[in-house]
């Protein structure tokens, strides 16, 4: 278990949230450098290094497919490189095609963390309070999942012993998959109705029932939700204020070097690197008291 | 085909409840694009579309805990999504085959459209649990769930009880999936909606639509008449009314 995971599942959600939507929302590049650094560096500390390279080498295309493309969609700019079809193929659009593919790649970095941090148990804790029907809905079939899966593994087994569709050919192999899911489906279905006598017999929906769950809202959560709200805040106030203001079209615009826009930029690496630096000071911990045994 | 399940996971309080409920989503879902339109009329459309796509879900979940479904019936839903989201699984190695859109419509013929509404959405949630949620999570949530929905309505009044009728709603959803998820990759790549860039997303994923609607006509035409057999049989084994 990393350190950050260990934090309430709603400070979990504000964060990812806010990050998310600010690398959505902006088309400033040096922010979206530093929010791919963030969570690049995120991944690293979550995941094996070798993992998140060889992710990386798969992002790095898509990146370089988005930047080239981008100018076939859009001919705004002033600094033509070429002309191709008559049509001009500008410097600005080439950079915003690149800014855009930065975006997606930094998304899609954070969503591999939030995926790692944010496990289901989590989710269903935080929506069982606003929707309780639908989490336990989402929880049922979370768990249905691998059983039926299982459940599957059984039958085939079963299916082969009795010699039935046992031959190679493409045809006994579908219909044997036929049958096989045919049978699950019955199974499964019996298999609710039983849980749902179950649930009922043990007064599911009863008035006074409690829920048991592992999360604790204590005080190290209320300060670690308390300095992310506040440094979201002074984000957004920033941005209100337009220092972190950028376009690429017509020209494209130099990035701010006020001290206003300074603060606003420190108050963004900040946030962006929680996640890293609480796990690189965790390890650090744990290396030092390594070395004291 | 079988309709008679129907009844006995709907009960008369709930119509009123049901009411309400097609008000938002006719009233509403416009509305909010309607605003999403006039008030944010820069480039974050990206934002705004995940946006408006989770808040279109929202009547129907709210409707559904509001009129206090059965155990059985929250059960009957989580197995469907469970059905889905394992036949998501069997055919990953094939890519685009899936059986989802198909088990969504198949329960909102018997259960009707807020059941398939129910089971496309959480089979988008769930499933992307297992394969990795993203920002296109709301909207497979919702072009799921639209899809199940519209087939319910269908379903209701008559329709999608022949086979070619079931062929041609699979062919029709495969394709509308398809054409709204590609909005989707011009939103996120351009924030707003590019025209050019948005046909050449439909020309580049035209064989994934194909096999979209290919293999919804064929997991239809398969399953929906066993599986209405068994939930026939269930219903019989245990008495259920």
């Known amino acids: ?293 | 085909m079988v309709h008679n399940i129907e009844p006995y996971l709907e009960h008369k309080k709930d119509r009123e409840g049901k009411v309400f409920g097609y008000l938002i989503i006719l009233v509403a879902i416009p509305l909010i694009i309607a605003i999403g339109v006039s008030l944010f009329n820069d480039r974050k459309y990206n934002l705004i579309s995940i946006l408006i796509a989770f808040l279109s879900c929202i009547p129907f979940f709210l409707s559904f805990e509001k009129r206090n479904p059965k155990p059985t019936e929250m059960i009957l839903i989580a197995v469907m999504t469970a059905i889905s989201v394992v036949g998501r699984f069997i055919f990953a190695p094939i890519p685009g085959f899936k059986p989802v859109t198909a088990i969504t419509v198949i329960t909102a013929i018997y259960f009707g459209p807020q059941a398939g509404f129910l089971t496309g959405s959480l089979s988008a949630v769930v499933s992307n649990i297992l394969f990795g949620q993203g920002p296109w999570t709301p909207f497979q949530m919702f072009v799921w769930g639209f899809l199940g929905f519209i087939a319910g309505l269908l379903a209701k009044n008559g329709w999608l009880e022949k086979k070619w009728q079931l062929a041609i709603y699979g062919i029709i959803a495969g394709v509308a999936f398809s054409l709204m998820m590609d909005i989707w990759t011009v939103l996120s790549m351009d924030g707003n909606f590019n025209l050019l860039r948005y046909q050449a997303a439909v020309l580049s994923s035209l064989p994934f639509m194909a096999v979209y609607a290919v293999s919804n006509v064929i997991f239809l035409l398969v399953l929906t008449k066993p599986i209405g057999k068994k939930l026939e049989r269930v219903k019989k084994k245990y008495g259920l009314n």
Request: glycine letters at 6%; hydrophobic letters at 50%; one cysteine or more.
């Open chain 1, 1 to 293: 278990m990393k350190l950050f995971a260990t934090y309430h599942p709603s400070v979990l959600l504000v964060y990812f949230i806010g990050v998310i939507g600010i690398t959505m929302f902006t088309m400033n590049p040096l922010l979206l450098l530093i929010s791919f650094l963030g969570a690049f560096g995120f991944a690293i500390q979550l995941e094996n290094k070798q993992i998140v390279f060889a992710s990386f080498a798969f992002y790095i295309p898509m990146f370089f497919l988005i930047s080239v493309t981008n100018p076939l969609f859009s001919h705004n700019g002033v600094t033509p490189l070429f002309f191709l079809n008559d049509q001009p193929v500008t410097l600005e659009a080439m950079l915003y095609g690149a800014a855009i593919g930065g975006m997606i790649v930094s998304v899609m970095y954070w969503c591999r963390c939030y995926n790692l941090i944010m496990t289901s148990d989590k989710f269903i804790y935080l929506f069982g309070k606003v929707i309780p029907k639908l989490s336990l809905v989402i929880s049922m079939a979370i768990r249905f999942v691998p059983l039926f899966i299982k459940q599957i593994k059984h039958i085939s087994t079963v299916q082969k012993t009795m010699g039935i569709y046992a031959t190679k050919s493409i045809v006994d192999r579908v219909l044997s998959g036929f049958r096989i899911f045919s049978a699950m489906i019955t199974w499964s279905l019996e298999n609710a109705v039983d849980t749902a006598a179950s649930m009922r017999a043990r007064g599911y929906g009863l008035s006074g029932r409690t829920n048991f769950s592992l999360f604790r809202f204590t005080l190290r959560d209320g300060i670690m939700l308390s300095v992310i709200l506040a440094l979201l805040i002074t984000a957004l106030i920033g941005n209100n204020m337009g220092v972190l203001d950028y376009s690429f079209y017509p020209r494209m615009s130099r990035i701010q070097i006020s001290p206003l826009a300074i603060i606003t930029y420190i108050t963004l690496l900040t946030l962006l690197f929680i996640p890293f630096v609480v796990e690189v000071e965790e390890n650090r911990k744990w290396n030092y008291y390594i070395s004291k045994i």
